[in-house]
Every structure is written in C-alpha cells, then in structure tokens.
Nanobody, 121 residues
Framework: QVQVMESGGGLAQVGGSLRLSCAAS????????MGWYRQAPGKRRELVAS???????NYEDSVEGRFTITRDNTKNAAYLQMSSLKPEDTGVYYC???????????????WGQGTQVTVSS
C-alpha cells in the first residue's frame, strides 16, 4: 500500500511565496518521478513541474523561473517552492509519484488528495 500526501497550501498575496510538500509512504522500492499538477476551476488538470530520479526537471511554461521543484530521496519527498505568485496560479495542486513496489512487481502512478492554493490581489 502506497500513500501520497501533500501539505503546505493556503492563501498568498500576489507576488508572495508558498512552499508545498509531498511525501510518499508505504511499501516503496523505487520512485522514478515525483511532480505536481494543478487544476484551476473550470479547467483541465495541467502539469506544473516534475523531477525524475536522474535530476531532470520539467516545468510548465508559465511557472518557469518562478517555481522550483526539489526532492529528498531519503524521505521519499518532493517540494515545490512557488515565488512571485500570480492569481492564475490559483488552483488545487496535486502531487503524483511514479513508484515501483515489490508487492505489485510493477510501476504505478500514485496521487495525493490535493491541496488548495489561492493567490489573491
């Protein structure tokens, strides 16, 4: 059984910062990718940032230079530092992880429940 849990969302002002945390727990053998998606009201879920086990990152264009994703492999955790926040960054942020478990003998995606980020002016 694997669980992914986010924390750190909340309310921020335009230009402010927030840091999201994500932790995966359970019978984890290896994590290939951890990342963040977000979903704004009335919009589709979109990739915000991802970080693979080799250190490669991928950012959505609108957050490039403002958001930074990092990982702590010793804790099976990922973090999203968000700076220079804009109202369009508002949404529910979901952490996901691509994990190999011995119990299944395969790779699967696991998702958190989401954390709300609201940026107000």
């Amino acid at each position: 059984q694997v669980q992914v849990m986010e924390s750190g969302g909340g309310l921020a002002q335009v230009g402010g910062s927030l840091r999201l945390s994500c932790a995966a727990s359970g019978s984890i053998f290896s994590i290939a990718v951890m990342g963040w998606y977000r979903q704004a009201p009335g919009k589709r879920r979109e990739l915000v940032a991802s970080l693979n086990s080799g250190g490669g990152t991928n950012y959505e264009d609108s957050v490039e230079g403002r958001f930074t994703i990092t990982r702590d492999n010793t804790k099976n955790a990922a973090y999203l530092q968000m700076s220079s926040l804009k109202p369009e960054d508002t949404g529910v942020y979901y952490c996901y992880a691509y994990i190999y478990t011995d119990s299944t003998g395969r790779w699967n995606e696991y998702w958190g429940q989401g954390t709300q980020v609201t940026v107000s002016s």
